[in-house]
């Protein structure tokens, strides 16, 4: 009887010892294909992959890895792993099909110096909801999408092709002009009024705005994003800061002048707006309505809506001067839709062209090819890899914007993309430039505005040529956090 339960027991133990290794290796097999990493180029110790990726531009060398190693693969910038999607079904899967798993922003050195992890574009988790939240709100209520707003962008497109007239045609970088008109709708939200071009704070404001946008984009900055421990090697990164801190003194002066004159029942601008939530909440020590908020948020408004559809609009005139027989088309249908009346948003539904145009100079502009990076907010598995939470994760546009699967012709100047057979105007899914998903550009709308009724005022207005003497005008791209135009002067020829 001893015997034979002493065999059973045996057994038994035996069996249970067989059931957990099977579990346990079944569990490991499982857990080992569940976690498994993207693919991608072999990292040598300490520099990671940075000997083989261009820092000028760096989406170049992640368009060549993703022919290599699939839409999913990873990279290791220094210390800094990263994973990188490419194309719009992979980039779309991400941003929009999953997007609370891909809605965190990760803790850039630069961008964390600058903004303290307040503002909205690179803010965190309660503190960006919020911020996001409040900002589009008031957008909304000082106009954004609204006649009032177009009303003001109308208005400044009127100072603008004054001052582009004041030149007789004679050759001009545009550069300068253009960011004073764009950066006057921002600025006009933001405080309630405009300022003159030749206004001394406008033109400060925009300097320091230009000049940091461009080093934040420098190969300098790059690196001292992959190894911070070395900020003090970086000119670039102090020179950044002294900017920013230039801006932030101008504004607390502001901040300083809008408060003696604040009326809550009648806010001039977004910095009224967010001094009397301030006021509301100033008895709640856990408020997010405080001066450094509100310092990031009015900084990145004002880079951020100023730069980009800046660049765009000089985008659409350079290539208007590389493709005449496109630039003849979109006079020609200005022509006939408004004549010499005052372009209006109600007329773009009329103007297909025009509007398939503007729509191509954003594709292949391609402004923010790298977007603005994003963070895994838990433990994902996506097409098939594991990113565990706190990945950091760039969606590339470019992929986007020149997918061969989504245009026919997307390394070309070709606004059919956007028409059907019959010349009406068509949306494209993949046209992303203003990324998607929980953390999409929050001024779209706005810039939507912009781009249509500046354009369409400045081709009413004016031919566009190279300058004499020039044979070929040759567009290059800019190194920056934003691609803008690197191109020779230009006239601007009136048309009446």
Sequence with gaps: MD????????????????????????????????????PGPRALPVIGNLHIINLRRPNETFMKLSKQYGSVFRVQMGGLKMVVLSGYETVKSALVDNADDFAERPRIPMFEDINKGY????????????????TLSKLRDFGMGKKTIEDR????????????????????????????????????????????????????????????MSLVGSPPVAIYNFFPIFYYLCNAHNKVMKN????????????????????????????????????????DPNTYFHEMNLLSTVTSLFMAGTETTSSTIRWALTYMIQYPEIQKQVHEEIDRVIGLAQPRIDHRKNMPYTNAVIHETQRL????????????TRNVTFKGFYLPKGTYVVPLLES???????????????????????????????????????????????AKMELFLFFTSLMQKFTFHAAPGVTNFNVKPSVGLTVTPLSPKICCVPRY
């Design 400 to 446: 986007v914007l020149h997918d061969k699967t989504q245009f026919e012709k997307p390394d070309k100047f070709y606004p059919e993309h956007f028409l059907d057979s019959q010349g009406a105007f068509v949306k494209k899914a993949a046209f992303m430039p203003f990324s998607a998903g929980r953390r999409s550009c929050i001024g779209e709308t706005l």
């Design 3 to 38: 015997c034979s339960l002493s065999a059973f027991t045996i057994y038994g133990l035996f069996f249970l010892v067989i059931l957990y290794i099977k579990q346990t290796w079944g569990s490991h097999t499982s857990s080992a294909s569940f976690r498994k990493p993207p």
């Design 119 to 134: 503002g909205v574009p690179f803010s965190h988790g309660e503190n960006w909801k919020i911020m996001r939240r409040f």
């Design 153 to 212: 962008i109308v208005e400044e497109c009127g100072f603008f092709t004054k001052a582009l007239e004041s030149l007789d045609g004679k050759p001009e970088d545009l550069t300068i002009k253009t960011n004073f008109a764009i950066g006057n709708i921002i600025i006009s939200i933001i405080f309630g009024h405009r300022f003159d071009y030749q206004h001394p704070i406008l033109l400060r404001l925009v300097g320091l705005i230009n000049e940091n």
């Design 244 to 283: 920013i801190e230039d801006i932030h003194n101008f504004l607390k002066t502001e901040f300083v002048e809008h408060l003696k004159g604040l009326d809550r029942d009648d806010q001039r601008g977004f910095i009224d707006a967010f001094l009397v939530k301030q006021e509301e909440e100033k008895s």
């Design 365 to 376: 502009a391609n402004i923010l090819p790298m977007n603005l990076p994003r963070e895994t």
